[in-house]
């Protein structure tokens, strides 16, 4: 199940990117975290820059709002996005 912990107003949850997939999409559930294809290579960055905006088109907030806080070089990665409620951000991520 999908661990999801709110932080003074905000939510931090854990995401398994799976990059150079056929499209951008959310793929389920791995232990604890969303997992996500992405088309995005892990090169330079893209496929962190490709996460966010996926996310923040997901979660319904600005890509300024949603932010990689751990696990930038890993396909294991915290992310915080701001202003959201925890129910809010399962609905978004658990259609």
């Given amino acids: 199940m999908l661990q999801v912990t709110e932080v003074n107003g905000d939510v931090v949850f854990k995401?398994?990117?799976?990059?150079?997939s056929s499209k951008n999409c959310l793929?389920?559930?791995?232990?604890?975290?969303?997992?996500?294809?992405?088309?995005?290579?892990?090169?330079?960055?893209k496929a962190n820059e490709a996460c966010?905006?996926?996310l923040a088109k997901t979660l319904g907030v600005p890509r300024s709002r949603v932010e990689i806080?751990?696990?930038h070089t890993s396909r294991n990665?915290?992310?915080?996005?701001?202003?959201?409620?925890?129910?809010?951000a399962i609905k978004a991520l658990m259609p």
């Fill in 27 to 45: 793929a389920g559930v791995y232990n604890d975290a969303l997992k996500i294809r992405l088309t995005a290579a892990p090169l330079e960055g």
């Fill in 52 to 54: 966010r905006v996926f």
């Fill in 77 to 88: 990665k915290v992310v915080r996005a701001y202003g959201l409620s925890a129910e809010k």
């Fill in 15 to 20: 995401v398994r990117v799976m990059p150079r």
């Fill in 69 to 71: 806080v751990g696990g």
